[in-house]
Every structure is written in structure tokens, then in C-alpha cells.
């Protein structure tokens, strides 16, 4: 139960396609697969100086209870990575039914404030935007005010 065919799947790697084009778009130099103390990091991005570090996670078959997994893996993936003060961190998700719900769960919340942690939420259609760790609460009452996806692919409010 709960479990997507193939073509609804929202996989990382698409997650990723769409992260670099947008970071590319918006003037930043991008690396993917950047090795740091202790592991590696999806995408690294510099712009004027400013460092962007960003752990991106996607889809399986699993629905919600894998997307719930996921978020919370790229959550601690990122903070274990999180060794350079002066960088910025983001983590990127398919912005899905799915991963709407896992968000539910930090409405309110002022851990990614607190952490300094950036959200990403990616749309199939190209679209994502950066939400500022001080910007997560309130973007997180719009996010979760999402219903479901509507005939044009993108999604409806109550």
C-alpha cells in the first residue's frame, strides 16, 4: 500500500538535474559529488564568494513512509557534513505529496532556523526556490497547506 509505479517517481537524480539547472541560472558556479571531511555532498555551488552546500534526496516506490526516511536521512547526512561555519547548507526534495506530509511534521518547528539549514523544494515542472533557514516556518504553512496535484501537474490550494 502506498507503494508508486515507475513513472510517478520523482527520483533524486531528476531532483538533481533541476537543482543545477536553477543554481546555474541564478550565477552559481556548480560541482556535484564534492568530497568533504567524512563523506561527500551532492552539490556544491559558489557565487561571489558565498559557499552552498546541498545533500538532495528523492523518490522510490516506498510513498510516504520512504519519503519520510529520506527527508530525515538527508537531514542527518547534511548536519554530519555541516564542518565549514562560513558555508551555507541546503537540503533538496521533490516537492511531492508525499514529501508534503513529511513536512507537516516540522510545522512550527524551529530546528532549520536554529541549524541554518536551507529547504529546496523542487517541482517536476523546473520549478524550486531557496527558502532561508529564517523563512522555513512560515514557508512551511504554505507548503503544508498544498492538497494534491492538480490537471495542470503543479499544485492546488484548499
Given at each position: 500500500m502506498g507503494e508508486k509505479n515507475e513513472s510517478e517517481i520523482f527520483r533524486e537524480d531528476e531532483v538533481l538535474a533541476i537543482l543545477k539547472k536553477y543554481l546555474k541560472e541564478e550565477g552559481w558556479k556548480v560541482k556535484e559529488q564534492i568530497k568533504i571531511d567524512k563523506g561527500r555532498?551532492?552539490?556544491g555551488a559558489i557565487k561571489e564568494g558565498e559557499i552552498l552546500l546541498i545533500e538532495a534526496k528523492g523518490e522510490d516506490k516506498g510513498?510516504?513512509?520512504s519519503a519520510e526516511m529520506n527527508f530525515q536521512m538527508g537531514l542527518g547526512l547534511l548536519m554530519s557534513r555541516m564542518k565549514d561555519k562560513d558555508?551555507?547548507?541546503g537540503l533538496a526534495f521533490p516537492l511531492t505529496g508525499d514529501f508534503?506530509?513529511?513536512l507537516q511534521k516540522y510545522s512550527g518547528s524551529f530546528a532549520f532556523?536554529?541549524?541554518g539549514i536551507y529547504l529546496i523544494p523542487i517541482e517536476?515542472?523546473?520549478n524550486c526556490r531557496m527558502i532561508s533557514p529564517?523563512?522555513?516556518i512560515e514557508s512551511l504553512k504554505d507548503l503544508t497547506a498544498v492538497?494534491?496535484?492538480?490537471?495542470?501537474g503543479g499544485f492546488g490550494r484548499d
Open positions: 555532498i551532492d552539490i510513498g510516504y513512509n558555508a551555507k547548507y508534503i506530509k513529511v532556523e536554529r541549524l517536476r515542472d523546473g529564517h523563512g522555513v492538497t494534491g496535484e492538480n490537471e495542470e
